[in-house]
């Protein structure tokens, strides 16, 4: 588990599928769960660990307490442009605005990648 550390080393696979996890589970299942998404292990290889130890790898999870910050924005490159993420509607053209509105409306959050996408700025 100690390969992740924080939400800048999440996949936007994983965090669609974190947000996926039943929000009525018990604690330690929803972090059961968590684990399982995050390491690639199976949810019964947390469920048959000793209670201690399974608390000492919960534990390690204390960072997605906070929501991932978007102040942590870097600019990327692809195919030999350099891009940004901007949240500022101001930066984006018209095109962009409406697709992400739509997108929004009809998944939210399904479609994060393709929000993500229409989101990228050319610096």
Known sequence: M???LGWHQVTIKQFLQLAEINQELEK???DMWALSILTGKEFDYYESMPNAEREAVTAKLNWMDVPPNAEQNRPFKLKGKRYKFTVNKHELNAHQFAAVQKLFQE????????I???????L
Request: aromatic fraction near 4%; charged fraction near 30%; avoid cysteine.
């Open 2 to 4: 100690g390969s992740l």
């Open 28 to 30: 330690v299942d929803k």
């Open 107 to 114: 998944e939210g959050i399904k479609n994060i990648h393709k």
């Open 116 to 122: 993500l996408a229409y989101l990228s700025v050319e």
